[in-house]
């Protein structure tokens, strides 16, 4: 009897464990979610795939979050694996329209403080979205400020030609810009 | 964008940073989500890979172990009078223990490397090696699959090739038609099979790796293009 009860009470330990984990992790998710709303708007093109990408990247964190735990800076670990995902993991639903087609949908998450400063995020939306996943990525993590080295290391080229890059996309972003205002 | 003329993407950073999360996502709802099906293109390529690992492997052992082929072949040598039966018999065998052992092996060593490619595939690393293991991942089947097309082309090449020495050395004169045509609607169905697999592996593999490899020659694009500077 003594063995069950050591037993019964070892399992409620890990249940009310497991509880914790996901309250602590649903947290940092809630927190943190900015990031992974504006990836999942870049790399979909229905309010559907964005809602599915979105929670496609929340199971990809969660299942590596035991790994994460300590390791790297939260942006870092949240980078990489919502831009696998995003690149790499994701079946779309929507097929991406032709370039002449697209525009971006307005996101029920994000409300802009002015008429002006929406229009400005719209456009800047859609007209990263006329990138190559690989630019985007670029673009995105520049826009949030971060250093050339964290983009580098997070899609695994050199500094050097993530600074190239980000130059010559300064350029194209521009022309893409005045194309679509 | 009102003003584009006078464009610029600094200028632009403070606004992406303060976009405003109006409905965003409550601690329920996040926790919702942890219990939901992933539907993820890894998830996809492992299953039909298994299937693939297991659709391949029944064929080949079916083939190799059956005792039935083993004994329609025999059969064949008895109808065509083939004399000294059990030195071609002790060929047949060693043909037959070779290709277990062969297979038995293949099928080893591609399991565990298919296992450990899979553990490789790691979404915390960065995006060009996150790529570069999906890819090698697939490639493990790739190859599986295609060592046990090789196997089968061999084992049956092997078993006309006895067949035809023998009939050579003992000078017998086959004139049954049936016997050539046999021959030959082998040789014929192990062809098209063989051009059958190739086609489905070119789709197949074109349509699960094209994004990938799309997005591997940018990301080797953008390293290339600071050497042509």
Known sequence: MPK??????????????????????????????????????????????????????????WKSYDSFQGNSKISTWMYRVALNTAITLFRKKTKQPQTDELQDFHSRNFLEDSDEKQQQISLLYKVIKLLPDVERAIVMMYLDDEPYKEIADTLGITEVNARVKMNRLKKTLKELMIKHA | MPNSEDFNIDALKKTWQDQVISDGYNQDEIEVML??????????ILWISIAEFIIFGVINFLTIFSSDFHTDFTNILNKLQIRNQSEVEFSLDRIYNGMKILSLIITGVFVTVFYINYKKIDVESNLKKFIIHIIKFKKTVNLFIFSNVFLLVLFIGSLISLLTITIRKQNIHVDNPTFWSLIIAVILSLLISVILILLYYKLAYGILLRRLSKNLEQLEKIDSEKTMI
């Open chain 1, 4 to 61: 069950i009860y050591l037993y019964f009470r070892l399992f409620l330990i890990f249940v009310s464990g497991m509880e914790n984990k996901q309250k602590e992790f649903s947290k940092l998710i809630k927190d943190n979610q900015g990031l992974i709303i504006k990836v999942s708007r870049l790399y979909t093109h229905s309010l559907e795939d964005q809602e599915d990408l979105f929670q496609e990247i929340v199971l990809q964190l």
């Open chain 2, 35 to 44: 219990n939901k099906k992933s539907r993820n293109y890894v998830k996809y």
